[in-house]
Each structure stands twice: as structure tokens, then as C-alpha cells.
């Protein structure tokens, strides 16, 4: 398996731009997260699916971030309109089973993401 | 989840074991200690987890006290690539993986 794929993994964006961040978890997984990670705040989850369901979003910071998930090897994370401090790496993850003994979740190389 | 303390930095010299401790002292019965690291630039990897028993896999072994307070990740015959930021984090059936700040190993020639 190739492991999570994040794509691009470079973005460079003027402010007020739409950045849409791509995420291909690995095949068989049923769990999808999104973190974002910065020096001040380090490595956060912004939302979590279940199933492609959304279990919880409450690390999105506003209204300006969206996640779907529309099947189950594909997901995105849409930011509109980008701000500068928007700017991090954010990372794609996913896991076999959420939490517990089969827990263990595999990160994708991440998105590195700078808004001028 | 338990709160997690770990040292902010450690060093190790290549070849040698290391040993990074990680206390827990809050952590209920069904929480599962999760340890992953960050090597620069890269996402987060998965390491070895175990709830009770010591646990061995082909990177390394976690040792977890009988009281449950405390472990340690043990990397045998550490070399340069091991050098990363380590994270123990404690999880019950939750999903939800609250990093911390880790310790920053550096393996030394």
C-alpha cells in the first residue's frame, strides 16, 4: 500500500484565495482525521469521519474551514477564503479503528501550506 | 484522556539504547498508552502502543509499569535516523490524539 497521499504538498496562496487540500487514506481504513500543525500551537485535530460520516468538528477554527469526505478513498479540506495565519502544515491521517487497541493512525506526508 | 509528561530533550549516542520515559499518573484502566514520533518534516509515525503487558515490534519495545504511572520506549540500538520528536499519548476508546510537546532525541555519532 502506498500509505495516506496528501495533495499538493506545497501551497502558496495570496490571501482571500480558495485553497482546497486533498487527502487518499489507506484502502480498508475507516477512520479519517485532519491536523494542523504550527510552532505556536503544534499538532491539533481539526475534524474527524467515521464511515465518511463527520463525528466531530470542533477543532475547525471558523466557518471559513470545510471537510467532506464524499467516498471512502477521498477526502478534502477547503479553506475560503485563506487567511496568513492559516498558513501550517496540515496533515491527513487514517486508521483502521478509532482509539483503542487498533487505534494507531498513519499520517500522510502533509500539505505545507503559506498564505501571502 | 490522562495527561502525559515527558522530557523536553534527550540524547543518545548511536548504538546505543534509548530510553525515553513518559509518566502517566492519572491513566484510568481502559486507556492504552500510544507512543509516535515525528522525524523533521514528515507526519507523525506510529511506534507501539500496549495497555498492560510490555510490548516488542520491530521498532522498538515499550515497557509499562504494574501500577500503569509510568513507561518507557526503549530503541535498542538507536542510529541517526531515530533522531525525532517522541510522543506518548494516552487513549481510551476515544479517537482523538492530543500530542503534547514530546522530547526531541538526538542521536549523536
Known amino acids: 500500500d502506498a500509505g495516506v497521499i496528501q495533495s499538493p504538498r506545497h501551497e502558496v496562496t495570496e490571501m482571500g484565495q480558495e485553497v482546497t487540500l486533498r487527502c487518499k487514506p489507506i484502502s480498508g481504513h475507516n477512520s479519517l482525521f485532519w491536523y494542523r500543525q504550527t510552532m505556536m500551537r503544534g499538532l491539533e485535530l481539526l475534524i474527524y469521519?467515521?464511515?465518511?460520516?463527520?463525528?466531530?468538528d470542533s477543532g475547525m477554527p471558523e466557518d471559513r474551514f470545510s471537510a467532506k469526505m464524499p467516498n471512502a478513498s477521498f477526502s478534502t479540506l477547503k479553506i475560503q477564503p485563506s487567511e496568513p495565519r492559516d498558513s501550517a502544515v496540515y496533515f491527513c491521517?487514517?486508521?483502521?479503528?478509532?482509539?483503542?487497541?487498533?487505534?494507531?493512525?498513519?499520517f500522510g506526508p502533509g500539505t505545507r501550506l503559506t498564505v501571502l | 484522556d490522562a495527561k502525559t509528561t515527558q522530557p523536553p530533550s534527550m540524547d543518545c549516542a548511536e548504538g546505543r539504547a534509548a530510553n525515553l520515559p513518559c509518566n502517566h499518573s492519572?491513566?484510568?484502566?481502559?486507556?492504552?498508552v500510544y507512543w509516535y514520533r515525528q522525524i523533521h518534516s514528515q507526519g507523525p509515525q506510529y511506534i507501539i502502543h500496549g495497555l498492560k503487558n510490555n510490548e516488542t515490534n520491530e521498532m522498538a519495545s515499550l515497557i509499562i509499569t504494574e501500577d500503569r504511572k509510568s513507561s518507557t520506549l526503549i530503541l535498542p540500538h538507536a542510529t541517526l535516523r531515530d533522531t525525532a520528536v517522541y510522543y506518548c499519548?494516552?487513549?481510551?476508546?476515544?479517537?482523538?490524539?492530543?500530542f503534547g510537546k514530546g522530547t526531541s532525541l538526538l542521536v549523536t555519532p
Open positions: 469521519f467515521n464511515n465518511n460520516v463527520p463525528i466531530d
Open positions: 491521517a487514517s486508521s483502521l479503528l478509532a482509539g483503542g487497541p487498533k487505534g494507531e493512525q498513519f
Open positions: 499519548i494516552a487513549v481510551n476508546s476515544g479517537y482523538a490524539l492530543n
Open positions: 492519572t491513566i484510568s484502566g481502559n486507556e492504552y
